[in-house]
C-alpha cells in the first residue's frame, strides 16, 4: 500500500477539528441548559419570596384566627400548583438537553465515520496487487465496527429515553403526591377550625 503521511496527517488534522467543533457544541448545550435551570430557579425563587412576603403580610393584618386560617388554606393548593409546574419545566430542559446532546453525538460519529471510510478507501486505492483478502478484511471489519457502533447508539438512545421516561414518571408522581398532600392538608385545617 503506497499511503502518503500527509494525507494521514489532513485526515487526522480534520478528525481533530471536527472533535473541537463537536465539544464547543456540547460546551454551549450544557451552558444553555445550565442558564436556563439557573433562570428557572431564580425565577421560582423570586417568586416565592414575593408570594410569602405577601403572605406573612396577610398573616399579619389578619383580624382573627379563623381569618388566618383561611389564609393558609389559601396557600396550600396554589404552592403545590407552582411546585408542579417547576418539576415539569425541569423536566423539559432535561429533555431539550438531551435532545441536543445526542443530535451532536450522532452528527460527530457520522462525520468520524466518513473520514474513517475515506481514509481507508484511500489507502485500498493503492493496494498492490494479491492483496484482495486483506482489502475484504479491512472492510467488512469497518463494516463490523461500523454495526456495533450502531447498536451500541442505539441502545444508548434508548437508555436516555427510558432515563427521560423515569423523570416524568417521577415528576408525575411527584406532582400527583404533592396534590394529595395539598388536598389533605386543606381538609384538614379545615376541619380544625
Request: net charge neutral; aromatic share 6%; with cysteine.
Given at each position: 500500500m503506497n499511503f502518503a503521511p500527509e494525507?494521514?496527517?489532513?485526515?487526522?488534522?480534520?478528525?481533530?477539528?471536527a472533535s473541537l467543533k463537536s465539544f464547543a457544541a456540547v460546551?454551549?448545550?450544557l451552558a444553555a441548559a445550565t442558564q436556563?435551570?439557573?433562570?428557572?430557579?431564580?425565577?421560582?425563587?423570586?417568586?416565592?419570596?414575593d408570594d410569602s412576603v405577601a403572605h406573612?403580610?396577610?398573616?399579619?393584618?389578619a383580624k382573627s384566627p379563623k381569618a388566618a386560617l383561611a389564609l393558609q388554606l389559601g396557600v396550600v393548593t396554589p404552592g403545590a400548583?407552582?411546585?408542579?409546574?417547576y418539576l415539569r419545566k425541569f423536566e423539559g430542559i432535561a429533555r431539550q438537553t438531551q435532545a441536543e446532546l445526542v443530535r451532536i453525538h450522532e452528527?460527530?460519529?457520522?462525520?468520524?465515520?466518513r473520514n474513517v471510510e475515506a481514509l481507508v478507501d484511500g489507502?485500498?486505492?493503492?493496494?498492490?496487487?494479491g492483496s484482495d483478502l486483506?482489502?475484504?478484511?479491512l472492510k467488512t471489519s469497518l463494516s463490523n465496527a461500523k454495526s456495533a457502533y450502531a447498536n451500541a447508539n442505539q441502545i444508548a438512545r434508548q437508555l436516555g429515553e427510558a432515563a427521560q421516561a423515569s423523570l416524568g414518571s417521577v415528576t408525575s408522581a411527584a406532582a400527583h403526591t404533592m396534590t394529595k398532600t395539598a388536598s389533605a392538608a386543606v381538609v384538614g385545617m379545615g376541619s380544625a377550625a
Open positions: 494525507k494521514f496527517a489532513a485526515a487526522n488534522t480534520a478528525s481533530l477539528a460546551a454551549d448545550c436556563n435551570l439557573s433562570t428557572l430557579n431564580l425565577v421560582t425563587l423570586r417568586a416565592w419570596y406573612v403580610g396577610a398573616l399579619a393584618a400548583e407552582k411546585a408542579i409546574a452528527a460527530e460519529a457520522l462525520a468520524v465515520s489507502m485500498l486505492k493503492d493496494a498492490p496487487a486483506a482489502v475484504v478484511a
